[in-house]
């Protein structure tokens, strides 16, 4: 019997009758993290890392009937043992182990390979059957240093200060907003957070992760003095919204791994591209996978085809596709301003 199986309510687990990251209602639903594509509303229970805690009662409800466990911690439940494991996509993030009889499962949710300093590293788990992501599961999908890309930032946000210009830079407001602050030079000028970042920042804080003080946008009238050297955080559905009147004579910059197609960048007519993503790249699944030792490989949201072929060819593994609703992260449309 194979342990997570594709049904129409999501990754269903037979033996232990619940489902992993659920986009319908279902009574017991275990989360790998925080993501609207991957959390989502009317489930019965949750179960999820003790990390992710704060950031699910925040998007979610803060009476929500969940359950956690800590990293490592195990549970067991009609005879399935189940654990979570860093990651590290974003704060709470978690690969779930599911042992049965000896075999053992990972599904991974989505993941990243760099430690970035806002959410506990990712952690290769050994099992016999690995589900991974493949939202950027392509080879031209190599990423620099994160350290190189928040030099790249704080020298644009610098020059633009420098020419008394707010600088506006769109990124999801869970994770990658967080990611950026935590990289960002105070010393440059005030930091501005948009309405559906700013309470994210203070579940950040909350859990101990170093996010900078920042000013909440919405308490800022039109061409406030403090925003000419300031740099402001906001979602992509933020873009060319009466909310960006405020900052005047702006520039703009979209931070995603998807802005290394030049195509995307067009399409977004920012300023500026920042190639960042809370992703693994080509070489990191790559890696990730080997990591885990896993002769079996079910591979979900992203380029799907391309991962299996590439495993099944040069790998030798047994890889192939599972069908799921997981994709876009970005909730924010239904985010406050």
């Not at 804080?205 to 050297?229: S, V």
């Not at 906001?234 to 979209?254: K, N, Q």
């Not at 030798?316 to 997981?326: K, M, N, R």
Request: hydrophobic share 40%.
């Amino acid at each position: 019997m194979d342990l997570v199986i594709a049904r129409p309510e999501g990754l269903y687990c037979p033996p232990g009758d619940f489902y992993i990251d659920p986009w319908r209602p279902v009574e017991r639903a275990v989360i790998t993290h925080a993501h609207g594509d991957h959390a989502r509303w009317g489930m019965g229970h949750y179960l999820a890392a003790a990390d992710s805690a704060g950031v699910l009662r925040s998007r979610i409800a803060a009476d929500m009937p969940l359950q956690t466990l800590a990293y490592g911690e195990r549970l067991e439940h009609h005879g399935v043992t189940l654990s979570f494991h860093p990651a590290g996509h974003v704060l709470g993030s978690a690969q779930v182990r599911l042992e049965y009889r000896g075999e053992v499962w990972v599904a991974s949710g989505d993941y990243k390979v760099e430690p970035d300093g806002t959410c506990v590293p990712f952690e290769p788990v050994r099992c016999h059957t690995f589900i991974t992501e493949s939202t950027f599961g392509l080879p031209i999908y190599r990423w620099q240093p994160q350290a190189e890309i928040f030099t790249e930032v704080n020298d644009w946000w610098r020059a633009n200060a420098a020419a008394g210009r707010p600088s506006v830079l769109f990124c999801y407001a869970f994770g990658k907003a967080q990611r950026i602050l935590h990289g960002l030079d105070e010393s440059i000028g005030q930091i501005v957070a948009h309405g559906s970042v700013e309470p994210l920042n203070r579940v950040y804080r909350e859990a101990g992760i170093r996010i900078p003080e920042t000013l909440y946008a919405g308490d800022l009238k039109k061409n406030d003095p403090r925003l000419r050297q300031a740099i402001v955080l906001a979602p992509p559905s933020a873009g060319g919204s009466t909310w960006m009147r405020r900052f005047g004579d702006y520039s703009d910059a979209f931070a995603s791994g998807w802005m290394m197609l030049r195509g995307t960048r067009r399409r977004r007519g920012v300023d500026r591209g920042f190639v960042l993503s809370d992703h693994a790249d080509w070489p990191g699944l790559l890696w990730a996978i080997e990591q885990t030792g896993a002769e079996r490989v079910m591979v979900t949201h992203g380029s799907v085809a391309v991962l299996v072929r590439y495993l099944r060819e040069q790998k030798g593994l047994d890889a192939q596709g599972f069908e799921t609703e997981y994709g876009e992260e970005d909730d924010s449309a239904a985010e406050p301003t």
